[in-house]
């Protein structure tokens, strides 16, 4: 089943269903005006939005055309957004950068932060910002949650997963060190992030899903230009159920809570190798390749996002189709 | 005028409004089902919640017996709780216990992190943790903002204030180093919060409330036993509209986002004559009375919270009334 979040109606908009091919879509207030309302009442709603899913799937309904451009994030604002950093190898050449080492602990006890989660920006929203703060995007896969227990363990996590999204998390590279000096992690240096316009429920992803991963690659285009293509299903060292789980160690997480994987990366050789240009998988944000010039050649040399830039990050099914809509942001600088 | 929110009605509770005095109080959904929905559309609801405010203080409308213990927290859920570091002794004394200095920084750059807000406790419910976690309690105060643009200023951001709270920002302080080290700043050593009873509009404070800060006592008994009555007005180093300004640097704020001071903390001597039985004002949370501890005595003494153990938190007005209701916790101790 596929859900989105049209801007209308007030703060959380209005919930839609929308069509396999996402062409179509349809409000269903009799069942849920709001994606949280229908998230907060899931056994209820599910089965209802599945009845409205399959007749527009048929054309046994009225429906109306879908604009991914009309949409806001799925949540526009959420309750939760806590952010992951499974995949390891991102933190690998982080560090390799400024030689030093990975703690062991790091490839047992996940790394995660509390994102700001009270006004995500919609999928095609611009990203504003000073460029002086080194704007950069981070693609990653997330997903919805319902109520899951303290204590939970993965298996018992995965279970509570009830929607996959795609986000950009919007990070300034240059506020993050000073940040991560004063000891309390990141928060300036997170604005708010941008959902796909589309969430799928787990089943629609096929054999795609499987262990609390998505098996797709993630493509990011840079101004038009394929900059990345990792598979999220690789090298991912927490799966969704083990990043939940951390969270539930010492509370409870309730319905509509939004979890994130981290920048997904793929291991790859070196730079030379590692981008589309020279056959890679190329990367899911600028950090990444920065830090593998700092590698090789002693400084980076691609620059973080300028005026206009614009960023698009999508993933398509193994026929081609996109399974979540298009999130594409264009960078608007602050003027001061 | 004081707002409360009864367990009743769904997730959100149902929003009532409270007499002064916290005797009697109505529920008002004609005007708004929950506090977060006044929040949304506060420009039209604040003047009709005053106007029952107002009927209810004189006694010319129907009412119901308040009673704290059928609270949930003001807000059950929120979209944001970001809690400040704004009582800089607090810091100070940590660092003196550590024997490493406070980098120039922290007294103009607000020490700030991004709380779990998805599922609070109420404020007679249960700390439910592991006694091995180090349960500590900190009392602070909080207001509760409404629309705040990108790029306030402190003054703006003061504007933007609508309510004021206490909170009881539990925390688990041996997770903490770990959590540090990690670099990615708090994350499983803070649980779900717990906040007064009843939530006051500014203007109901009165004299005490000046300059973006609450001038009054915060008061804390724990297991009966007056523990802390520092100044919340005193030593606080960056006022409200500092701390949402710091948050607004980099993006905007939404209705219902709350902002903590962090753990009051007024400056003191040393260990012997800050406490309440040496004279002192005493203390807001376990872990400042160890770190005295520590630097006069080598180790701390005073133990974590355990199993039964009640810590309360209110704040007294100058004629003795409680201003927020009291938030009154018990320890449960996870057993495994």
Redesign the interface.
């Known amino acids: 089943m596929k859900l989105a979040t049209l801007k209308q109606g007030?703060?959380d908009g209005t919930l839609v269903v929308v069509s396999r091919d996402l062409a179509r879509c349809r409000a269903v207030p009799a069942i849920a005006r709001t994606l949280q309302a229908a998230l907060?009442d899931w056994e209820n709603c599910e089965p209802q939005l599945r009845q409205v899913y399959e007749a527009l799937n048929s054309g046994a309904v009225d429906a109306q055309p879908f604009d991914e451009a009309a949409c806001h994030s799925p949540l526009p604002?959420?309750?939760?957004w806590?952010d992951g950093?499974a995949y390891i190898n991102h933190v690998e050449l982080v560090r390799r950068a400024r030689n030093s080492e990975v703690?062991e602990?790091?490839y047992s006890?996940p790394?995660?932060?509390?994102?700001?989660?009270?006004?995500f920006i919609g999928p095609r929203d611009r990203v504003?910002?000073d460029e002086a703060?080194g704007i950069d995007f981070e693609a990653e896969v997330t997903v919805v949650t319902g109520d899951v227990p303290?204590?939970a363990t993965p298996a018992e996590a995965a279970k509570g997963i009830r929607l996959v999204m795609l986000v950009n998390d919007v990070s300034?590279r240059n506020?993050i060190p000073?940040e991560?000096a004063?000891?309390?992690?990141?928060?300036?240096?997170k604005?708010?992030s941008a959902f796909s316009p589309v969430a799928v429920t787990p089943d629609e992803l096929g054999d795609a899903w499987h262990d609390a991963k998505v098996h797709l690659p993630l493509v990011v285009h840079l101004n038009e230009r394929l900059f990345g293509r990792p598979n999220a299903g690789v090298d991912m060292t927490f799966d969704f159920g083990q990043l939940i789980a951390?969270?539930a160690?010492?509370?409870?997480?309730?319905?509509?809570?939004i979890i994130g994987s981290g920048t997904v990366s793929n291991k790859q050789g070196g730079l030379w190798g590692s981008s589309i240009e020279h056959g890679g998988v190329g990367y899911c944000c600028l950090a990444e390749v920065r830090t593998y010039e700092t590698i090789e050649q002693g400084k980076p040399e691609t620059p973080f996002l300028r005026d206009g830039d614009t960023v698009r990050i999508e993933m398509l099914d193994a026929d081609g189709r996109s399974v979540f809509g298009t999130i594409q942001n264009t960078v608007e600088a602050?003027r001061r």
Chains 1, 2 share one sequence.
């Open positions: 007030g703060r907060d604002r959420a309750y939760q806590a950093s703690p602990s790091f006890d790394l995660m932060y509390q994102g700001g989660s009270d006004s504003v910002a703060w303290l204590g300034l506020l000073n991560l004063k000891g309390f992690g990141f928060f300036q240096s604005p708010a951390h969270i160690k010492t509370r409870e997480l309730e319905a509509g809570s602050l």
